[in-house]
C-alpha cells in the first residue's frame, strides 16, 4: 500500500563507538516498511573526503561495492539490496568527498554568485539536497539515510546539522533513529547505560533530538532499564529498542518486528493504518538457512582473508546459494599469499569446492593459480570472479599450452604471452577513481554451455568493476586446448564467462556476480556452484574428511 502524500525521511545515527551495526539495522526497518507494503529506499552518507570507496583499500574500508549504474560505494549499499531486493545507485552512497567537489563546481561556475562559500548555508545544502534527491522521484514512500561514523566526530558535524535543519524543515515528515551501546561490565555483572545518555546528550548538544534509541547489547535489558533511559534522553518508554547480538544478520528484522520498531517508527511519523507485515518468504529462507539438510566445505582463496568484510557480498551469496538448496556452507578462508605448490594439497584437500576471489595487484597471485591448477587437476568445482577468473586463464596458458611465461600485462608488462591485457580506452587514463570499466554490462551466453544451463537465458546482464580483459588474439587457441569463451560482451566482444568442457564444473567470470545475490533471488551462479559441490562431496572417497 503506497501512502498518499509526501515522502517521509528517517535518519539513522550512531553513537559510543562505530561498527554498532548501522547498516543492518537500517536494512532491517527497510525490510519490516517493505513487508507492509510502502515502498523504501536507503542511502549511506559516509563522512570520508574521498569521492568515493573505489579508491580505498579493503583494509580501510572492507569491499567496495558496485551499482548497476557504475557507482563504487559502502559495503552498507550491499546489505540494502540483499534485504530489499531493490537496486541501488550513485543517489545512494554519498560522500563529503562528492559534497564538497559539487561545491567547489558550482563556485567555480559562478553560481554562487560571488558569495562567501561557508560550511553553513553552502555545504548543509548540498548535503539537504543529495537527501532528497531520492524522495523527489515520488516513487519513494521512505527514505532512510544512514550516516557513517559517530556524532561527536567533527567529519559528520555538517551532516547532523544538515539532520537538524531537515528535522526542522518537514516536521512531522522526519524521524531520527539513534543507535547507541549498552556496554556489558563483567566485573559487575551489569548492562551500563551513561554511554547511550552520553551520546544522546552529544546529539542533543548539535540540536538534533532523537525519536527513537536502538540499544545494541550483548545480554537482555533489565527492568526498569528502559524507562530509565527515556527518562534521561526525553524519548518514550516505547521508543527504546533493545537490539541484541543476532546469531546472523537475517534475524535481525524478526528481531525488530518482535520489538515493534516499525510501529513506533510509523506511528510517529503520523502513519496510524498499515497492514501486518508479510514477511513469510523471508521466514522461509530462514528456516532453510538455519535447517540445512546437509552441509559443504568450499575454499574462499583471496589475499585479504582476515578481513571478512573484503569478501562481504561473496560470503553472504555463498550464504544465499547454500539456503536455496538447504546445505549449510563452511567456507573455509584461505591466504592466497600463504599457497604454495607444496602446501596446496595441505591447504585445499577434502574442500568440495573452490573459489577464487576478485582483486588488484600481483600480491598473491601465485598462490591463486596454484589453487586454480589443483581445482582443474584434480576435477574439484571452481567459481574464479573477476581476477580469480584471469588467474585461471593465466594458470591454464602456463600448464595446458605450455607459455611458462603468461601473464596479465598488469603483473608483468614484460610478458611475451600476454593472456590478459588491458583495454585500449584505459591505456590513456591517468586517474585511478571511478575510471573502470563500472556497473551493468550485457553478457551474450552460448548455447548448449555450462552457462546456458545455469543461467537459462540467452543474455544476462552482470555488473564489473575492472581494467583488464581476456586477450582475444589467445582465443582460438584456448578453445583447441579445451577452455571455452562461452559467454561474451555484444557491444566490444569482450570475453565475459570462460569454461573448461572436460571437467565437472569450472567456471571463470570476468563481472561480479556476487552483486546481483540476495535473500529474494540467491545468484544462479552461486546455485549451481554450491549444487556442483554438494555433488563433489558425495563423490569423495571416504576417508577425506574436509580440512
Known amino acids: 500500500m503506497a501512502m498518499t502524500g509526501s515522502t517521509k525521511y528517517i535518519f539513522v545515527t550512531g553513537g559510543v563507538t562505530s561498527s554498532l551495526g548501522k547498516g543492518i539495522i537500517s536494512a532491517s526497518l527497510a525490510k519490516l516498511l517493505q513487508a507492509r507494503g510502502f515502498t523504501v529506499t536507503i542511502q549511506k552518507l559516509d563522512p570520508y573526503i574521498n569521492v568515493d570507496p573505489g579508491t580505498l583499500n579493503p583494509y580501510e574500508h572492507g569491499e567496495c561495492f558496485v551499482t548497476e549504474d557504475g557507482a563504487e560505494t559502502d559495503l552498507d549499499l550491499g546489505h540494502y539490496e540483499r534485504f530489499l531486493d531493490v537496486p541501488t545507485s550513485k543517489a545512494n552512497n554519498v560522500t563529503t568527498g562528492r559534497i564538497y567537489q559539487n561545491v567547489i563546481n558550482k563556485e567555480r561556475q559562478g553560481e554562487y554568485l560571488g558569495k562567501t562559500v561557508q560550511v553553513i548555508p553552502h555545504i548543509t545544502d548540498e548535503i539537504k539536497r543529495n537527501i532528497q534527491a531520492l524522495g523527489r522521484r515520488g516513487i519513494y514512500d521512505f527514505v532512510i539515510t544512514e550516516v557513517g561514523g559517530t556524532v561527536g566526530d567533527i567529519e559528520s558535524l555538517p551532516y547532523v546539522e544538515a539532520i537538524r535543519q531537515l528535522k526542522w524543515e518537514k516536521g512531522r515528515d522526519s524521524l531520527v533513529v539513534h543507535l547507541t ?72 528484522p524478526l528481531m525488530m518486528l518482535e520489538e515493534r520498531l516499525d510501529e513506533v517508527v510509523l506511528r510517529k511519523l503520523g502513519v496510524t493504518t498499515f497492514p501486518a507485515a508479510d514477511l513469510t518468504a523471508w521466514k522461509d529462507f530462514l528456516r532453510r538457512y538455519k535447517e540445512p539438510q546437509g552441509e559443504v566445505h568450499i575454499g574462499l582463496v583471496g589475499k585479504y582473508v582476515e578481513l571478512k568484510d573484503a569478501y562481504k557480498s561473496i560470503k553472504e551469496a555463498l550464504e544465499h546459494a547454500g539456503a536455496e538448496s538447504a546445505t549449510k556452507v563452511h567456507i573455509k578462508w584461505v591466504h592466497s599469499e600463504k599457497l604454495t605448490a607444496k602446501n596446496v594439497v595441505k591447504q585445499l584437500g577434502g574442500l568440495s569446492g573452490i573459489l577464487v ?89 552460448t548455447d548448449g554451455s ?86 563433489a562431496a558425495h563423490a569423495l572417497p571416504s576417508e577425506r574428511t574436509p580440512v
Not at 536502538?214 to 533489565?222: D, I
Not at 588488484?360 to 598462490?367: A, C, S, T, V
Not at 569463451?485 to 569450472?506: R, S, Y
Request: contains cysteine; aromatic residues 8%.
Open 450 to 535: 555450462l552457462a546456458s544451463r545455469i543461467y537459462r537465458k540467452k543474455q544476462v546482464s552482470e555488473r564489473h568493476r575492472h581494467r583488464f580483459e581476456f586477450n582475444n588474439a589467445y582465443l582460438d587457441a584456448y578453445k583447441q586446448a579445451g577452455m571455452l569463451a562461452t559467454g561474451m560482451n555484444p557491444q566490444g566482444k569482450l570475453v565475459e564467462i570462460v569454461e573448461i568442457k572436460d571437467h565437472p564444473w569450472f567456471v571463470g567470470v570476468q563481472f561480479h556476480p556476487e552483486y546481483r545475490s540476495t535473500v529474494a533471488k540467491p545468484h544462479p551462479l552461486f546455485v549451481s556452484f554450491v549444487q556442483a559441490a554438494v555433488k
Open 357 to 445: 576471489a576478485p582483486g588488484f595487484g600481483h600480491r598473491g597471485i601465485e598462490g591463486k593459480i596454484e589453487a586454480i591448477r589443483y581445482a582443474r587437476e584434480n576435477q574439484v568445482p571452481f567459481l574464479g570472479i573477476c581476477l580469480g577468473m584471469q588467474c585461471a586463464v593465466i594458470e591454464f596458458a602456463r600448464h595446458v599450452l605450455g607459455h611458462a611465461d603468461a601473464n596479465s600485462t598488469e603483473m608483468n608488462a614484460d610478458t611475451t604471452h600476454p593472456v590478459i591485457a588491458m583495454m585500449e580506452e584505459q591505456k590513456a587514463i591517468v586517474n585511478k577513481g571511478g575510471t573502470m570499466r563500472l556497473g551493468a554490462y550485457p553478457c551474450a551466453i
Open 181 to 252: 551501546l549498552l556496554p556489558f561490565l563483567h566485573t559487575t555483572g551489569e548492562l551500563k547505560t551513561k554511554p547511550t545518555q552520553h551520546s544522546v546528550k552529544e546529539l542533543l548538544s548539535l540540536g538534533v533530538q532523537p525519536d527513537v534509541l536502538v540499544c545494541r547489547t550483548e545480554h537482555p535489558m533489565q527492568k526498569g532499564m528502559k524507562d530509565k533511559i527515556a527518562l534521561f534522553c526525553n524519548v518514550d518508554a516505547q521508543a527504546v529498542i533493545e537490539s541484541r547480538d543476532a546469531d546472523t544478520i537475517y534475524d535481525v
